[in-house]
C-alpha cells in the first residue's frame, strides 16, 4: 500500500520561506513520478512542480524561480523548498505519486496523471 504523508506547513510572512516534505512509503520510491499539487478555498487543485526517477523537473509559470522540488531516494524522501513566498501562495499542498512519469512532460503537472496522494499540509502566507 502506497502511503504519503507531508509535513513542513505552517504560517509565514509574505517573502518568507518554508520546506514542505513528503514521507513516502509502499512502493518502488526511486523509479517514480513524484509531484507538489496546491488547492486553494474554492480553487481547482493545481500543479506546482514534479519530478521524475532522473532527476528532471518541471514547474508551474507561478513558482517559477522560487520554489525547488528535490528527491532523497536513500530517505524515500521528497521536498518543495519554497522561496519568496506572497500571500497569494496560500494553500493546502499535497504530495503526489505515480509510477512514472509520462514521456510527455506536460502533463507532469496534471491532477489525472497521479494516483497516490497524501493528506496535505497546509501553507498560509501573510501579507
Known amino acids: 500500500q502506497v502511503r504519503l504523508a507531508e509535513s513542513g506547513g505552517g504560517t509565514v510572512q509574505d517573502g518568507g520561506s518554508l520546506r514542505l516534505s513528503c514521507a513516502a512509503s509502499?512502493?518502488?520510491?526511486?523509479?517514480?513520478?513524484m509531484a507538489w499539487f496546491r488547492q486553494a478555498p474554492g480553487k481547482e487543485r493545481e500543479g506546482v512542480a514534479a519530478?521524475?526517477?532522473?532527476?528532471?523537473?518541471t514547474y508551474a509559470d507561478s513558482v517559477k524561480g522560487r520554489f525547488t522540488i528535490s528527491k532523497d531516494n536513500a530517505k524515500n524522501a521528497l521536498y518543495l523548498q519554497m522561496n519568496s513566498l506572497k500571500p497569494e501562495d496560500t494553500a493546502m499542498y499535497y504530495c503526489?505519486?505515480?509510477?512514472?512519469?509520462?514521456?510527455?512532460?506536460?502533463?507532469?503537472?496534471?491532477?489525472?496523471?497521479?494516483?497516490?496522494w497524501g493528506q496535505g499540509t497546509q501553507v498560509t502566507v501573510s501579507s
Open positions: 509502499g512502493y518502488g520510491f526511486s523509479s517514480t513520478c
Open positions: 519530478i521524475d526517477s532522473h532527476g528532471s523537473t
Open positions: 503526489a505519486a505515480n509510477s512514472r512519469c509520462s514521456t510527455w512532460r506536460a502533463t507532469w503537472l496534471w491532477r489525472s496523471s497521479f494516483g497516490y
